[in-house]
């Protein structure tokens, strides 16, 4: 079976709208923590507020936009399932990448080189996650990917995360960090859906019936605690004494 036999919206084109739309909202809360960490006087509220948009860009824009837009993914005749433990890692991944990513432009001095290492990191954290979750899908047979849309998938990740952190930190706007969020968000649907475009599937009627758990169960408590987890950002970034969607001041790391 190949790839011209799946479905990437077997669920409606609904999964790539709210996939897309968590993205950006994730996205748009990251950045704002990124932006105001640079502002921050003191080394702690600085590494608070990168690792708080560390878990902003890779939990919720990154990994939970994954598994939304996978609940259109099917393979007609087979039962799907996903490892859990894979799953829980791709997430501490993508955190962990972005993060990574985030703090050479929050917690040192800012500078275009490391502006375009921070992007790569960040975009190799987008393709990392999702080809670690893909990973965790567990059914009768066997993925394999076309190289060359692969390549593509990581290329327009780093491009766009770029692009984003650019608009973020050198054009210090409300405006532009709202247009950093949208371009953040086309990043990773964008190579989601590239990557996905690079699947092949070949089932085997051999193989063991799929052990794991379903995307949905994957889902649906993680879009909730998500959606705490958003509430707990922005009462934070709009309570703490500064508009973290506002202009920060230069940084003195």
Same mark, same amino acid.
């Given at each position: 079976?190949?790839?011209?036999?799946?479905?990437?919206?077997?669920?409606?084109?609904?999964?790539?709208?709210?996939?897309?739309?968590?993205?950006?909202?994730?996205?748009?809360?990251?950045?704002?923590?990124?932006?105001?960490?640079?502002?921050?006087?003191?080394?702690?509220?600085?590494?608070?507020?990168?690792?708080?948009?560390?878990?902003?860009?890779?939990?919720?824009?990154?990994?939970?936009?994954?598994?939304?837009?996978?609940?259109?993914?099917?393979?007609?005749?087979?039962? =799907?399932? /996903?490892?859990?433990? #894979?799953? &829980?890692? +791709?997430? !501490?991944? %993508?955190?962990?990448?972005?993060? @990574?990513?985030?703090?050479?432009?929050?917690?040192?001095?800012?500078?275009?080189?490391?502006?375009?290492?921070?992007?790569?990191?960040?975009?190799?954290?987008?393709?990392?996650?999702?080809?670690?979750?893909?990973?965790?899908?567990?059914?009768?047979?066997? =993925?394999? /990917?076309?190289?060359? #849309?692969? &390549?593509? +998938?990581? !290329?327009? %990740?780093?491009?766009?995360?770029? @692009?984003?952190?650019?608009?973020?930190?050198?054009?210090?706007?409300?405006?532009?960090?709202?247009?950093?969020?949208?371009?953040?968000?086309?990043?990773?649907?964008?190579?989601?859906?590239?990557?996905?475009?690079?699947?092949?599937?070949?089932?085997?009627?051999?193989?063991?019936?799929?052990?794991?758990? &379903?995307?949905?169960? !994957?889902?649906?408590?993680?879009?909730?605690?998500?959606?705490?987890?958003?509430?707990?950002?922005?009462?934070?970034?709009?309570?703490?004494?500064?508009?973290?969607?506002?202009?920060?001041?230069?940084?003195?790391?």
């Amino acid at each position: 079976m190949n790839h011209e036999s799946m479905q990437h919206f077997s669920s409606g084109p609904w999964t790539l709208v709210l996939a897309y739309g968590v993205s950006v909202i994730g996205s748009l809360i990251g950045l704002s923590c990124m932006a105001r960490a640079r502002s921050e006087p003191t080394r702690r509220a600085k590494v608070l507020w990168t690792a708080l948009g560390a878990l902003a860009i890779g939990g919720i824009a990154i990994w939970l936009m994954h598994f939304i837009a996978m609940l259109g993914f099917d393979v007609p005749g087979a039962t =799907i399932k /996903y490892s859990a433990p #894979l799953t &829980a890692l +791709s997430a !501490l991944v %993508a955190v962990g990448v972005v993060g @990574a990513g985030l703090s050479l432009v929050t917690l040192v001095r800012f500078t275009r080189m490391r502006l375009l290492v921070a992007g790569t990191l960040a975009g190799v954290g987008v393709a990392g996650m999702h080809y670690l979750g893909m990973s965790a899908i567990r059914f009768k047979g066997e =993925i394999s /990917y076309d190289p060359t #849309l692969v &390549a593509a +998938s990581v !290329l327009i %990740a780093i491009a766009a995360a770029t @692009a984003a952190f650019w608009f973020t930190l050198v054009v210090k706007t409300p405006t532009a960090r709202v247009v950093a969020g949208l371009v953040m968000g086309v990043a990773v649907t964008g190579m989601h859906y590239t990557g996905m475009a690079a699947v092949h599937v070949t089932s085997d009627a051999t193989f063991p019936a799929p052990q794991g758990t &379903a995307v949905f169960d !994957l889902v649906f408590p993680i879009f909730v605690i998500s959606g705490l987890v958003v509430g707990a950002l922005l009462w934070m970034l709009f309570t703490s004494g500064n508009d973290g969607l506002g202009e920060p001041a230069e940084s003195a790391g």
